[in-house]
């Protein structure tokens, strides 16, 4: 065990971004790294730690200026350096690497509830992609949704679907004709839909699309993207908040739409996972974020309306039934498990305890540009 990890000192980032690691430092990054619950997902192993600590230690280098002027400009804090070290770098070029493989753009999934930081990762992904030259769209299931006057005759078809964001509040026609095109190589310009929450008195509606060309890799991101129906006998004995005779018809109805998005999650080349370690922590994150809206002078729901607003989801697409089997799922390649304060817990492949020897993480020099397609 070694005395110190220079993880956890921050000065040792800030040098890192100026100079080369020496010989000690360069030992302990190594050891940090394979005890790290990340190395199997990303492929390290003691054969190749040594070449990735100087892979990710050039681009550290090269990125982490602009890095933390972005996340402080845009957040106001600084980067964790834990997480863009054994995270985000790693994962960014994941994804380069399977992007030159593929030979035509690459659509990454990614599936979390509200606060595991879907967001949050498309936006350092892309900082970082664009980095290497790589151009990202970023999509949200949210982006897919029915128009308003749409889902005014929805709602009257159906009052339960009083609030957008279950299974059958999207558009999945539009969903699929623009992941299709943007699947395939060209040079046209393609119109990507975009979701105005603000509008119609909050209600939302449909924007102006934003225009993208030669895109190589898409972030497609939605608390339920990638999610299957399962089996309808299971909502017999269904977890709170699905009791009633009406709540156990209501989930069954979500069960059923959910079998329309197939044709949409099929589009998808690979499905990260973002795992709370407990699904509630949405609720506690919602608070949290309602009462920050609040400090700031801007208007914010209360917590019996967050409850409200929480368990109405939880009704229709239960975490317990639906999200928690795709830890043990072939559907997804990578799973972020999530603490309570917004950290990752652990990274790991459902199914797979280690990486097969002799396997080499992607190379930051070959992932510098993209393929030719």
Partial sequence: MSPFSPLDFPDFWLRLAAQSPTSAEQAQLEISLL?????????????????????????????????????????????PPQVLW??????????????????????????????????TLAMMLTLIL??????????????????????????????????????????????????????????VPIAVPR???????GAGDRTEPEWVTGVDIVLFEGWFVGVRPIDPAVFATAPSPVVTAADRAFARDCNTRLQAYLPLWQQLDRLILLFPSDYRLSQQWRKQAEQQMKAAGRSGMSDAEIDEFVQYFWRALHPDLFITPLLQSEAVNLVIEINPDHTPKAVYVPG?????EGCSPPDPASAAAPAES
């Fill in 35 to 79: 005890s790290d619950s990340s190395a199997a997902a990303f492929g390290v192993t003691a054969a190749n730690v040594r070449c990735v600590v100087q892979q990710r230690s050039q681009l550290w280098r090269d990125l982490y200026p602009s890095f933390s002027s972005f996340c402080q400009q845009k957040f106001g804090w600084q980067p």
């Fill in 86 to 119: 054994s995270l985000w770098l790693p994962l960014a070029l994941q994804l380069a690497d399977e992007r030159q493989k593929l030979h035509r753009p690459l659509i990454q999934g990614i599936l979390g509830g509200q606060g595991t930081g879907k967001t």
């Fill in 130 to 187: 664009n980095h290497l030259g790589y151009c990202v769209c970023s999509l949200s299931i949210d982006d897919l949704y029915k128009t308003y006057a749409d889902r005014r005759q929805l709602q009257q078809a159906d009052p339960r679907l009083r609030w957008r964001g279950p299974p059958g509040t999207h558009d999945i026609e539009l969903g699929l004709a623009v992941l299709q095109q943007l699947r395939s190589p060209s040079a």
């Fill in 195 to 201: 979701f105005d929450k603000s509008a119609c008195n």
């Fill in 352 to 356: 797979r305890n280690q990486q097969s």
